[in-house]
């Protein structure tokens, strides 16, 4: 059943990752990986993130509810090493059109603890890659979710390639989503119950996407300080190499 769904998901992604043309009267408003991965492992642990040191998160600016990690030794920057700055002032909704920034994953969780990792995903809806990473997203979730790592979805575009509504946020995330070349939708089997948060000007994404056509989708793998430790651009990761750098993480929350 499942390669049913991806087939049909992928027979609506005309040209690979390409973006459809705009369709006229459409309602609707408006690479290469930088790390494959390899290399020294780690032994896996068992850290959650109720488990997690508060004295050893750097929450030492202003930004967001609960503070941010400062630039570190690194920088702020968008490269493996460096510290990612906050979203600020570049508004993130979700499907209820509440305003988020990534300050928001920094804060204690619902029932205590921090988040060890967040996998900052983005993506738009007419991407195949964005749409087959998506399917098995909820897989890895649902394993590691519970030990403190957070996935955050930000979606820049929709299907015909236009600024993100929050119908089609609703969409997405219910697994309603088109199929068919007129317009048609379907049931895809899936549920998304991480974070789904549009970026409806473009403006946030820019910042990662000089050129969506070939960039997207992007993984970037925050830790518990904001320390970009892992980073995919133009295609999809494998799982088991999501569960690799996921471990990393838990077993160094701290990038230290």
Same mark, same amino acid.
């Given at each position: 059943?499942?390669q049913q769904?991806?087939?049909?998901?992928?027979?609506?992604?005309?040209f690979?990752?390409?973006?459809?043309? %705009?369709?006229?009267?459409?309602?609707?408003?408006?690479?290469?990986?930088?790390?494959?991965?390899?290399?020294?492992?780690?032994?896996?642990?068992?850290?959650d993130?109720?488990?997690?040191?508060?004295?050893?998160?750097?929450?030492?600016?202003?930004?967001?509810?609960?503070?941010?990690?400062?630039?570190?030794?690194a920088? *702020?920057?968008?490269?493996?090493?460096?510290?990612?700055?906050?979203?600020?002032?570049?508004?993130?909704i979700?499907?209820?059109?509440?305003?988020?920034?990534?300050?928001?994953?920094?804060?204690?969780r619902?029932?205590?603890? *921090?988040?060890?990792?967040?996998?900052?995903?983005?993506?738009?809806?007419?991407?195949?890659?964005?749409?087959?990473?998506?399917?098995?997203?909820?897989?890895?979730?649902e394993? *590691?979710?519970?030990?403190?790592?957070?996935? %955050?979805?930000?979606?820049?575009?929709?299907?015909?390639?236009?600024?993100?509504?929050?119908?089609?946020?609703?969409?997405?995330?219910?697994?309603?989503?088109?199929?068919?070349?007129?317009g048609s939708?379907?049931d895809?089997?899936?549920?998304?119950?991480?974070?789904?948060l549009?970026?409806?000007?473009?403006?946030?994404t820019?910042?990662?996407?000089?050129?969506?056509?070939?960039?997207?989708?992007?993984?970037?793998?925050?830790?518990?300080?904001g320390?970009?430790?892992?980073?995919?651009?133009?295609?999809?990761?494998?799982?088991?190499?999501?569960?690799?750098?996921?471990?990393?993480?838990?077993?160094?929350p701290?990038?230290?």
């Amino acid at each position: 059943m499942r390669q049913q769904i991806l087939g049909l998901v992928m027979a609506s992604a005309a040209f690979g990752c390409a973006p459809p043309p %705009v369709i006229p009267g459409s309602d609707d408003s408006g690479a290469q990986a930088s790390d494959d991965g390899e290399g020294d492992s780690t032994e896996a642990s068992a850290m959650d993130g109720a488990q997690l040191d508060p004295a050893s998160l750097d929450r030492s600016t202003a930004a967001g509810p609960c503070g941010y990690p400062g630039p570190g030794d690194a920088g *702020y920057g968008t490269d493996v090493g460096q510290r990612l700055a906050d979203s600020g002032s570049f508004e993130l909704i979700d499907c209820e059109g509440n305003s988020f920034s990534i300050a928001d994953f920094m804060c204690e969780r619902e029932g205590g603890g *921090y988040n060890a990792g967040v996998l900052l995903n983005l993506g738009a809806g007419w991407c195949g890659p964005c749409q087959e990473e998506t399917l098995e997203f909820p897989e890895i979730y649902e394993e *590691y979710h519970s030990r403190g790592i957070e996935i %955050v979805q930000v979606m820049f575009q929709d299907w015909d390639a236009q600024a993100p509504t929050r119908s089609f946020c609703t969409d997405w995330s219910e697994g309603q989503w088109r199929t068919g070349a007129d317009g048609s939708t379907q049931d895809v089997g899936v549920r998304l119950h991480f974070p789904v948060l549009l970026d409806q000007i473009n403006d946030w994404t820019s910042i990662y996407l000089q050129d969506p056509q070939s960039a997207t989708p992007v993984n970037i793998l925050l830790d518990a300080n904001g320390n970009i430790r892992w980073k995919l651009e133009g295609q999809q990761p494998e799982l088991d190499l999501l569960r690799a750098q996921f471990d990393l993480v838990l077993a160094n929350p701290y990038g230290t």
